[in-house]
């Protein structure tokens, strides 16, 4: 079943399901966490030996795979850990402050 | 009225013949005294297969809670038992099994809190817990524990409550001395507790539910505890249907607040659990002198029906509300400003003293009673009655 949630902020106390369950399974994702980031991690292409271990390590699954290999980072959700960096075995994969990114990604 | 059998049973045993006869789909728990051998009894009821109940051993109460809350959001009956530290260290799985609506029921044997270390009966542990969003029901004797215990289930699962509910008594005093019990017929209490209502759980893989989210993402706290008030006000009429469908069973009549000798009541006490016997006792000692004495006992205390209370005390001039646990700081005991607060609300001007008894054990007498009583005499006659706690059976008090 799909939770309707469009006009959420406006639900009275009795429209919830009772105990605050929520009617469908699965929907961590919809949750955005990258807000709370305060660290990026950079990959350099050029060094990154698409071994996977930055995949394998991240807590957030925010490690995206394409035809087994990592093509980018979920900023969505990834929380800044920095445990992807410090496990990389080639040091591919650096943290940025996020203070120095513009709003289009473009670091300074 | 009952034809039942008198057995002689502990408050434990009663309580453990209840679970029996409810047979549980799920049991978890940890011991703790006093209330060790009722899941200890039950255990073996589960050893010898006379229920087909889970039985999950657990490392502490916070575990005990926990397992019983993920039990319970599957939709299976779920029990546990406890006291005291074992109580306090359920504290925040108590808060979540009432968020999220599993009516989980629940025995816990009143015992103090530590310190210092202390096992024996005192309230400071269910009273410190009247805010978790449990209903609480207070027993005087095994009898009462026992039918409370059968009643449990119908008022947890009731579609407009669906909340959990802890039952209690007095440690020692009732879980372990041996009293007289009436039980009912195994097919009695299958009939009256019925089957269990079927809602949204865990398990139902054609429907999967997230359940006890992280409210962050839309904020909506606020109205579920809304909602918890909600079904606590619904409580008080499910709680006396249910009371009453069980006075049509047995005979056994209960009410939220069991009055004693109230109608033309001058000076009253109210009281919880095992102090009520004496306290009638006392009262029926002043009648025979001629004062007006009444007691009420304590038995549903959340939800708490404030109306009823104002309405059996309006009529006295002065009331004594025994505490046996303290609030630190406030005015007096828990149930004390619950009563100060009712009568506040609902106009009625009696004088009300706190008398503070029974904690860690301390012996109560016929003879401490009589006392709160002679002052609550002395105050209808016009004297003023302390506005701080008058402490009965206090060494050099």
Redesign the interface.
């Known amino acids: 079943?799909k939770w309707e949630?469009a006009d959420?902020?406006q639900?009275?106390?009795?429209k919830?399901?009772?105990?605050?369950?929520?009617?469908?399974?699965?929907?961590s994702c919809?949750?955005k966490t990258g807000g709370w980031r305060s660290e990026r991690p950079i990959r350099d292409e050029e060094v990154c030996t698409q071994c996977l271990f930055c995949y394998f390590y991240c807590p957030d699954s925010s490690v995206i795979v394409q035809g087994q290999k990592v093509v980018a980072f979920d900023l969505d959700h990834c929380k800044g850990c920095g445990i992807c960096a410090a496990e990389c075995p080639a040091d591919a994969i650096t943290m940025h402050l996020e203070t120095d990114f513009h709003d289009d990604g473009e670091e300074e | 009225m009952s034809t039942a059998p008198i057995l002689a049973v502990t408050g434990n045993q009663a309580v453990a013949m209840a679970m029996k006869q409810i047979d549980p789909d799920l049991v978890a728990a940890y011991p703790i005294t006093p209330q060790t051998d009722v899941v200890q009894q039950f255990s073996e009821f589960v050893a010898d297969g006379l229920v087909n109940t889970e039985f999950v051993t657990v490392e502490s109460e916070h575990s005990a809670m926990s397992a019983c809350v993920g039990s319970a959001s599957t939709g299976a009956r779920t029990m546990t038992a406890t006291s005291s530290a074992g109580f306090a260290l359920m504290w925040e799985m108590l808060y979540i099994a009432a968020s999220m609506r599993v009516p989980i029921v629940m025995t816990t044997v009143n015992r103090a809190l530590s310190g210092p270390i202390n096992i024996h009966c005192d309230h400071s542990d269910t009273m410190g817990g009247r805010d978790t969003g449990w209903m609480q029901i207070y027993n005087e004797d095994a009898q009462e524990a026992y039918d409370a215990t059968i009643m449990g289930f119908p008022i947890a699962e009731h579609k407009d409550v669906r909340l959990p509910l802890m039952n209690m008594y007095d440690g020692f005093i009732i879980s372990g001395a041996i009293g007289p019990l009436q039980a009912l017929d195994d097919e009695q209490v299958k009939q009256f507790i019925g089957e269990a209502p079927t809602y949204p759980g865990l398990l139902d893989s054609e429907h999967p539910i997230t359940v006890g989210p992280f409210d962050g993402l839309h904020g909506y706290y606020f109205e579920a505890k809304m909602t918890q008030q909600q079904a606590m006000d619904n409580a008080l009429g499910v709680i006396q249907e249910t009371y009453d469908r069980f006075a049509a069973l047995t005979g056994r009549q209960y009410q939220h607040l069991m009055k004693y000798k109230m109608d033309d009541a001058d000076i009253a006490i109210v009281v919880a659990n095992s102090a009520a016997g004496n306290t009638r006792n006392v009262v029926d000692a002043l009648r025979a002198e001629g004062i007006k004495a009444g007691a009420i006992k304590l038995r549903t205390f959340r939800p708490f029906p404030a109306a009823e209370y104002a309405e059996a005390l309006a009529g006295c001039k002065a009331v004594g509300v025994m505490d046996r646990a303290d609030s630190f700081g406030a005015l007096g005991g828990p149930l004390y400003l619950e009563i100060l607060a009712t009568l506040y609300q609902y106009g009625a001007s009696p004088k009300v003293g706190n008398f503070i008894y029974g904690l860690g054990g301390r012996e109560i007498y016929p003879h401490d009673i009589e006392r709160a009583f002679r002052m609550l005499k002395d105050a209808a006659d016009g004297a003023e009655l302390p506005k701080s706690r008058v402490y009965l059976n206090a060494k050099g008090a």
Do not use: F, R, T, V
């Open positions: 079943m949630i959420i902020q639900w009275p106390p009795g919830h399901e009772l105990g605050h369950a929520i009617p469908e399974a699965g929907n919809s949750y």
